[in-house]
């Protein structure tokens, strides 16, 4: 791969490598054993693309944290903050500032009907907290029950919600947490064999445990719509209906997580428009603004949020709110209006990535499953697909799998690999021929991962 010195020099190559030393000497990096980890600089970034130390442009279908929906370096959303900080760069939140105002309006347009207001944060998991701090304050109740395989944060709270293996060292069984076992057609833990009976019978285990913990006190239900960072698993047709109907029969708030399904990524502005379906609280983050400037928020439905008219809410952050964030929101939305980018999601998604995909399958025996909608997509990867043995253990990794990555990588493209799957994450505004390239090469590492079949 050759140096790309359309977007970085060697002066920016030789910045970078300062910048590196500078980083492993003072930067903690996240969920990383410090001394072992070896990132990646990123020089630059536009479009689609990142360039990353050496000056080799690559391919982002990672999305970065599947986070970046209108790519890099938008120019509209890139303005946008440069405006507001010529004009205002931040105000405590109890302010009103006509930045945010609009950035609530834009985003309770997008909500189903009677969910209305928004309280802001920083990111997805203080979202999350928000939202179920909101719940228990609102019903009195204290547990809450989320799902296996499912993320939600990286605090406290957010983390024992959370049912992936990153919950296991931060997890004190102290937070009120009960975790249930979620639909998931493809390793059904019910012994189903069809989506029907999958639905049938997570349906009915849940209700079983609503009942065994007691419902009396059970604040919230919290929910990815679609699963991300666990296995971007679709729900089996009457799932989401059911549990909305479960929540409503014993008065338990239902919590939506759309951090990373929403704003375009599952081919809906939401992904519950999929599903028809109104929960109780919605969170947001990553695409609201495409993370340009970290933000997050709740939005609540009329009654929750009429419990606290006259008594305080008791919870609040400095920068909720912020103008800088707001403004990329605003810029972001809009934008993706104008250039139709959710519409293009649900194109990408049915017209490229699910049959392409698809054909691969067909074609590799290491790939189990392929699972998807817009432009959020999993490729499941297996040794054995009677067996349907992962690729790699659950919580972790494999030679394979690390092969794999390599080999993505050496073809020019940035992926993003979670255990024993490959996520197919693009920007919603990625080109077809770029798309088709990042599938190409997906295509052909694939033959490292079938010499480990079994």
Known sequence: MTVDTTAVSRTDIENGRRAYELDRSHVFHSWQAQALFQPMTVLAASGSYVWDGEGNRLLDLSSQLVNTNIGHQHPTVVAAIQRQAGQLCTIAPQYVNDTRSEAARLITELMPEGLDKVFFTNGGADANEHAIRMARLHTGRTKVLSAYRSYHGGTQLAVNVTGDPRRFN???????????????????????????????????????????????????????????????????????????????????????????????????????????????????????????????????????????????????????????????????????????????????????????????????????????????????????????????????????????????????????????????????NISDEDLRFGLDVLDEALTLTDAHVE
């Open 170 to 428: 931060n997890d004190y069984s102290a937070e009120g947490v009960v975790h249930f076992m979620p639909a998931y057609p493809y390793r059904s833990y019910f012994g189903s064999t069809t989506e029907e009976e999958e639905t049938e019978r997570a349906l009915r285990h849940l209700e079983d445990l609503i009942v065994l913990e007691g419902a009396q006190n059970i604040a919230a239900l919290i929910l990815e719509t679609i699963p991300g960072t666990a296995g971007i698993y679709v729900p089996p047709a009457g799932y989401l209906a059911g549990v909305r109907e479960l929540t409503s029969k014993y008065g338990i708030v239902f919590i939506a997580d759309e951090v990373m399904a929403g704003f375009g990524r599952a081919g809906a502005w939401l992904a519950i428009d999929h599903w028809d379906l109104t929960p109780d609280l919605i969170t947001f983050a990553k695409g609201v603004n495409s993370g340009y400037v970290p933000l997050g928020g709740v939005v609540l439905n009329q009654e929750i949020a009429a419990t606290f008219d006259e008594r305080v809410y008791p919870g609040g952050l400095t920068y909720s709110g912020h103008p800088l964030a707001c403004a990329a929101a605003v810029a972001t939305i809009t934008a993706m209006r104008e250039e139709g980018m959710v519409d293009n999601a649900a194109r990408l998604g049915a017209e490229i990535i699910g049959p392409r995909l698809r054909e691969i399958a067909e074609r590799h025996p290491s790939v189990g499953d392929v699972r998807g909608l817009g432009c959020f997509w999993a490729v499941e990867l297996v040794k054995n697909r009677q067996t349907k043995e992962p690729m790699a253990p659950y919580g972790g990794s494999s030679p394979a799998m690390a092969e794999l990555t390599n080999a993505l990588k050496a073809g020019g493209i940035l992926p993003f690999v979670n255990f024993n799957r490959v996520h197919i994450v693009p920007p919603l």
